[in-house]
Nanobody, 122 residues
Framework: QVQLVGSGGGLVQAGGSLRLSCTAS????????MGWFRQAPGKEREFVAD????????NYADSVKGRFTVSRDNTKNTMYLQMNSLKPEDTAVYFC???????????????WGQGTQVTVSS
C-alpha cells in the first residue's frame, strides 16, 4: 500500500520558520516529480512548490517565492518544504503529492498525503 505521510506542521508566530517533511512508503518515488499544495479554510487547494525527480529543478508559487524551499532526499524517499518568514496568510493545511501526470489533470498527481496543519499567528 502506497502512503505519503506529511509531518512537521504546527503553530508558529509570524516571521518564524517550519520544515515540513513528506515520507513515502510502499514504493520508491525516486523517478517521479513531487509537489506541495495547500488549502486554507474556505479556499480552493493551491499549488505551492514542486521538484523534479532528481531535484534538478524547482518551481514555486509567486506568493512563497524567496521564502520557501523545496528539496528531496531520494535515499530516504522523503521530500521537504523549508518555510521561512512565515506570514498569517500561509496558514493552511499543506499536502504533499507524488507522481505528476497529465492523466490526473493540469498539475495533477496520482498520490496524495493526508495533510498537515500549519498555523501562523500575527
Amino acid at each position: 500500500q502506497v502512503q505519503l505521510v506529511g509531518s512537521g506542521g504546527g503553530l508558529v508566530q509570524a516571521g518564524g520558520s517550519l520544515r515540513l517533511s513528506c515520507t513515502a512508503s510502499g514504493r520508491s518515488f525516486s523517478t517521479d516529480d513531487m509537489g506541495w499544495f495547500r488549502q486554507a479554510p474556505g479556499k480552493e487547494r493551491e499549488f505551492v512548490a514542486d521538484i523534479t525527480w532528481n531535484g534538478g529543478r524547482q518551481n514555486y508559487a509567486d506568493s512563497v517565492k524567496g521564502r520557501f524551499t523545496v528539496s528531496r532526499d531520494n535515499t530516504k524517499n522523503t521530500m521537504y518544504l523549508q518555510m521561512n518568514s512565515l506570514k498569517p496568510e500561509d496558514t493552511a493545511v499543506y499536502f504533499c503529492a507524488a507522481q505528476r501526470s497529465s492523466r490526473y489533470g493540469s498539475n495533477g498527481y496520482r498520490y496524495w498525503g493526508q495533510g498537515t496543519q500549519v498555523t501562523v499567528s500575527s
